[in-house]
């Protein structure tokens, strides 16, 4: 840890925004940032208002902010927009005949959508929606691959003020049923499966298996894209193709409330139940609108690719609300990066002639490892952008994404936010700031972030601390769904009215962050936050084990790797043969990703007196680097001794 943190320390090189991309870009002064900068701190509600103004609203707002009931921001207030009409209506005359999505699938067929088709086509699915009872409040789990009619079922139910709550696919049957249950929902859109490496990923039979015993879920719409064979229950189960044949496509957006909820999304938290995070609808669109049009720099022939799956923060604000609402050509992937060969990125930038480009570090360290022939084979140069997002970059990962994608052409945003955020918060304008490696450099509009003690002094310049945001800003996160006491603990107790988005950071003299990651016990594995707590409830289920610790360790290429330590219970046999089921085990309850690289046996744990499991240690032994903290509130040092003995 202290040598990853070291080598961010020593970096120095910088890079201007090329003359060429600054020369076009929207915004191209450093005093011109600076101004509208300084603005939206000193005076957010004129600089707020400024910009709501250019979304479609159906009734004006009267007020800007609300903060009296803090931490519960109500933005806009007394406006209503409909969030479909926003990314689609508003277009129609102006853009109806431009391409909205351009889809792929893993096996390269393609299918395209104007902005007019995809009007028609979300109006046909909110009808089926509310031909089916769904209606405004209700909640809708979305469980799908990365196909066209993901997209409009997230717009679908933005269209008819139902709640969209996307799990990712790639999430087991149980992680599913838990986040159905948590929010309520009363439908799920899914599909018979997705393709993913040549194979028929199945998800229908995860949702029957979801649903047993659920009888609050009356209906379940099924795209077919895989035709593999599913079960069926008549009355429940509709397929979606026929039904948006038959449905009309007029219907009229219902009209929401700023501070209406948009979306449900869940995210790992440090305690292991997951987060409903709540999003509404004036604020989350202002602010996704924006940040789209000024970190993207996005202009009228620009073909805009984010490769992040929309069952992710990432997708749902810069694969559909952001771009779409900017009237952006969205290039949209069902597949692996890696499937059926290494290049299928750049093969796919090259074909549809793609110019910005937005994926995470591990997939670009995945690139680096595989080789630039891969890359080399194509042709790149209609790319002018590159962004990069979930994770620190590491300086090398950098400066390759620069030479070997971006020619030393493209300038590079990374930028750092999280599912609470709803958007970009610290980034470069590709523009205006010249960027170092490794750093998300400086705050977005209207974002007051300090690098802060644990008592909520400024610290100087280069000392890590906590990060921390100031003042309430649009997209913010409104709640935990049902859990308002956990929302307020998680984000707000830090320090009072001071949001905590639980990341250590350090700024350097030139005011730029650098992140050092999470703080609490969040893994990130290939930028999926997972909590250790989740995992370590998985591998407790099983029969064969007392109790399980889980932490992170460095990992090159998944930026960290998952390492459990496991009691076994009496009479189990501790080995290979165990580790191996256990890690199944884990895949099948929580989903693949949350598999362990490695599973580490152990007759105990090191515990605080107060019996907390001390996973700041078992980080370090993990990572096999020496243990530097305070070990002094440990119970048992023979533990310690023990566990490192498993590194010889
Ligand atoms: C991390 C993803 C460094 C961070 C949008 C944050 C980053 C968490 C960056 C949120 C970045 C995201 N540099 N770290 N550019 N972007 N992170 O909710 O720890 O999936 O708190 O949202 O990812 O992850 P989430």
Same mark, same amino acid.
């Given at each position: ?143 799908? #691959? ?57 998800? &229908? ?117 952001? #771009? ?36 995470? #570090? ?65 980034? #470069? ?182 019996? &907390? ?36």
């Amino acid at each position: 840890m202290s040598d990853a943190i070291e080598s961010v320390l020593h970096e120095d090189r910088t890079f201007p925004p090329p003359p060429a991309f600054q020369a076009q870009a929207r915004l191209s002064s450093l005093e011109e940032y600076e101004r509208l900068y300084e603005q939206s701190i000193q005076d957010p509600e004129t600089f707020w208002d400024g910009i709501a103004k250019e979304l479609p609203w159906i009734e004006p707002y009267q007020r800007v902010l609300d903060w009296s009931q803090a931490p519960r921001a109500q933005w806009f207030t007394g406006g209503k927009l409909n969030a479909s009409a926003v990314c689609l209506d508003q277009h129609l005359e102006s853009r109806g005949d431009q391409t909205a999505i351009l889809w792929e699938g893993e096996p390269g067929d393609v299918v395209r959508l104007t902005y007019r088709e995809l009007h028609a086509q979300v109006c046909r699915f909110a009808n089926v929606l509310r031909e089916r009872g769904i209606k405004r409040g209700d909640r809708v789990a979305i469980y799908m #691959p990365m196909i066209p009619e993901l997209a409009m079922a997230v717009l679908a139910c933005a269209r008819i003020g139902a709640v969209h709550s996307v799990v990712f696919a790639g999430f087991s049957a149980q992680a599913l049923a838990d986040r159905i249950d948590d929010g309520g929902c009363t439908a799920v859109i899914t599909a018979d499966g997705g393709w993913r490496r040549g194979k028929v990923l199945p998800l &229908k039979p995860a949702v029957d298996e979801a649903l047993v015993g659920r009888e609050g879920v009356h209906t379940v719409l099924v795209a077919r894209r895989t035709e593999n064979e599913i079960d069926w229950i008549e009355g429940r189960d509709v397929w979606l193709g026929e039904a948006l044949q038959a449905a009309s496509a007029e219907c009229a957006p219902e009209p929401m409330d700023a501070e209406d909820l948009l979306f449900l999304l869940y995210t790992s938290g440090s305690t292991g139940k997951p987060k409903g995070i709540m999003h509404t609808t004036g604020g989350y669109m202002v602010g996704t609108y924006l940040t789209t049009r000024y970190v993207f720099d996005l202009r009228d022939d620009d073909v805009y690719w984010c490769t992040a799956d929309v069952g992710w923060i990432t997708g749902h604000s810069y694969i559909v609300y952001g #771009p779409l609402a900017n009237g952006a050509r969205v290039v949209m992937y069902e597949g692996a990066p890696n499937a059926p060969h290494p290049g299928r990125f750049w093969e796919l930038c090259e074909k549809h002639g793609v110019t910005v480009f937005y994926t995470a #570090p591990t997939a670009i360290r995945a690139f680096m490892k595989w080789g630039d022939e891969h890359v080399e084979r194509y042709d790149l140069s209609k790319l002018r952008l590159l962004g990069t997002v979930g994770e620190p970059i590491n300086p090398e990962a950098w400066i390759w994404y620069h030479r070997t994608i971006g020619g030393e052409r493209c300038p590079i945003v990374d930028t750092w936010w999280q599912t609470e955020t709803g958007g970009i918060m610290l980034t #470069p304008l590709p523009g205006v700031t010249t960027t170092k490696p490794g750093s998300c450099t400086r705050p977005f509009f209207g974002v007051d972030a300090a690098v802060l003690s644990e008592s909520g002094t400024e610290l100087e310049a280069n000392q890590g601390g906590l990060l921390a945001i100031r003042r309430p800003w649009p997209s913010m996160l409104r709640g935990i769904w049902g859990d308002e006491q956990r929302f307020r603990e998680t984000y707000w107790s830090q320090w009072p009215g001071i949001y905590f988005p639980g990341d250590g950071a350090r700024r350097d003299a030139d005011g730029y962050f650098w992140i050092m990651g999470r703080v609490d016990d969040v893994i990130n594995v290939s930028g999926h936050r997972l909590s250790t707590m989740e995992v370590e409830s998985a591998l407790v289920s099983h029969e064969s084990v007392v109790e399980a610790a889980v932490v992170g360790r460095p990992d090159d290429l998944t930026g960290q790797a998952i390492v459990a330590f496991v009691t076994p219970a009496a009479g189990a046999q501790a080995g290979d043969a165990l580790a191996a089921e256990l890690a199944g085990h884990v895949a099948t309850e929580i989903g693949k990703l949350a598999r362990p690289a490695e599973i580490r046996f152990t007759d105990a744990l090191p515990k605080t007196r107060s019996g &907390k499991i001390m996973r700041r240690l078992l980080r370090d032994i993990a990572a096999g680097v020496e243990i530097v903290g305070d070990t002094s509130t440990i119970e048992d040092y023979s533990v310690l001794a023990k566990l490192r003995g498993y590194d010889d």
